[in-house]
């Protein structure tokens, strides 16, 4: 048996103001610090240990992780960042507050945009260049369905994580939203019609117990 950990960031400041974030690198809110705080301290009541801790280049998950490793006495772990882990590319919504887009484009729209697999919101005009993208060589996206996300995710999963866990290294994976969504999607099986029904709460982990056939034994929200 293995276990595998995930949880949303805490409360963003976006999230506080009720706006499209995707790849806009924005500090958690006081609340979001205690939610990470929380969170961390009911990971520490498991007794669980972990081998590698894996989040995304945003500052928002960069720093919930490390006060979760802080709460468990596991500061020495090693902490990969990828690009393949950030939120989903809100494309041209990105900074604009959710409730006046909705009155807008109408609430059917609104959720479509949010809760679709293979729905791409509007896009940028041009990519945004970044120092930390362009220096590894990836191009951010003008914006991304749930599916996109999906698809950068999942050769991390392939390479990185699937492999500790196949290995017996218990894996912790702090990132966000959307590319948790991707990622309960393909562990739980969900179809892409059932997926707009997920939702993952900020600062509350999920703790699944994988057996050798890299089946799903237990899941708990640790809440």
Same mark, same amino acid.
């Given at each position: 048996?293995?276990?595998?950990?995930?949880?949303?960031?805490?409360?963003?400041?976006?999230?506080?103001?009720? !706006?499209?974030?995707?790849?806009?690198?924005?500090? #958690?809110?006081?609340?979001?610090?205690?939610?990470?705080?929380?969170?961390?301290?009911?990971?520490?009541?498991?007794? %669980?240990?972990?081998?590698?801790?894996?989040?995304?280049? #945003?500052?928002?998950?960069?720093?919930?992780?490390?006060?979760?490793?802080?709460?468990?006495?596991?500061?020495?772990?090693?902490?990969?960042?990828?690009?393949?882990?950030?939120?989903?590319?809100?494309?041209?919504?990105?900074?604009?507050?959710?409730?006046?887009?909705?009155?807008?484009?109408?609430?059917?729209? %609104?959720?479509?945009?949010?809760?679709?697999?293979?729905?791409?919101?509007?896009? !940028?005009?041009?990519?945004?260049?970044?120092?930390?993208?362009?220096?590894?060589?990836?191009?951010?996206?003008?914006?991304?369905? !749930?599916?996109?996300?999906?698809?950068?995710?999942?050769?991390?999963?392939?390479?990185? /994580?699937?492999?500790?866990?196949?290995?017996?290294?218990?894996?912790?994976?702090?990132?966000?939203?959307?590319? #948790?969504?991707?990622?309960?999607?393909?562990?739980?099986?969900?179809?892409?019609?059932?997926?707009?029904?997920?939702?993952?709460?900020?600062?509350?982990?999920?703790?699944?117990?994988?057996?050798?056939?890299?089946? /799903?034994?237990?899941?708990?929200? #640790?809440?």
């Amino acid at each position: 048996m293995v276990e595998l950990v995930i949880m949303r960031h805490g409360q963003s400041l976006a999230n506080q103001q009720h !706006l499209f974030t995707g790849w806009s690198d924005v500090a #958690l809110t006081a609340t979001g610090l205690t939610q990470a705080h929380e969170a961390g301290s009911r990971i520490a009541a498991t007794g %669980l240990t972990f081998q590698q801790v894996h989040t995304s280049m #945003l500052k928002r998950a960069i720093m919930t992780a490390n006060i979760v490793l802080d709460e468990i006495g596991q500061n020495d772990l090693p902490m990969i960042k990828t690009w393949r882990l950030n939120e989903r590319h809100y494309g041209a919504l990105r900074g604009q507050n959710k409730d006046v887009v909705k009155q807008r484009v109408g609430a059917a729209q %609104l959720h479509e945009w949010r809760r679709s697999f293979t729905t791409v919101p509007p896009l !940028l005009a041009k990519p945004d260049v970044a120092r930390r993208y362009a220096q590894i060589g990836v191009t951010e996206p003008r914006g991304e369905s !749930l599916k996109m996300a999906y698809d950068r995710l999942m050769p991390y999963w392939q390479d990185h /994580i699937a492999p500790g866990l196949r290995a017996g290294h218990n894996q912790l994976v702090v990132a966000h939203g959307s590319t #948790l969504r991707a990622l309960i999607k393909y562990l739980e099986r969900i179809s892409d019609d059932a997926i707009d029904q997920v939702e993952v709460p900020n600062g509350k982990p999920i703790w699944y117990q994988i057996d050798s056939d890299f089946e /799903i034994v237990a899941k708990r929200v #640790l809440d």
